[in-house]
């Protein structure tokens, strides 16, 4: 959440997001403060981009194949090679 409100491209809504995420209840204000600004999509599609490049830096860790399904990404990218 940190990362997404540091890296939103405008400052005030930035400044907004970070506000949200301090103290108790940061959840629930962070879930608040996205729809509130109307950027809840932005968000969804930011934190699936972070799992998946977790999940792909594990399989190549563990050395573990894999193809990817989503059109978008690069060929190059689609199949990790022992």
């Known amino acids: ?9 405008d400052r005030r809504t930035s400044a907004e997001l970070l506000r949200s995420i301090k103290g108790a209840g940061a959840f629930r204000r962070f879930k608040d403060t996205l729809f509130d600004l109307d950027i809840q999509d932005s968000w969804y599609e930011f ?13 190549e ?11 978008t ?8 090679e022992n």
């Open 1 to 9: 959440m940190e990362r997404f409100a540091y890296e939103y491209e």
């Open 47 to 59: 934190r699936r981009q972070e799992f998946e490049q977790i999940a792909i830096e594990w399989l």
């Open 61 to 71: 860790e563990e050395k573990i194949p894999y193809t990817r399904d989503d059109e």
């Open 73 to 80: 990404a690069e060929a190059s990218a689609t199949t990790y």
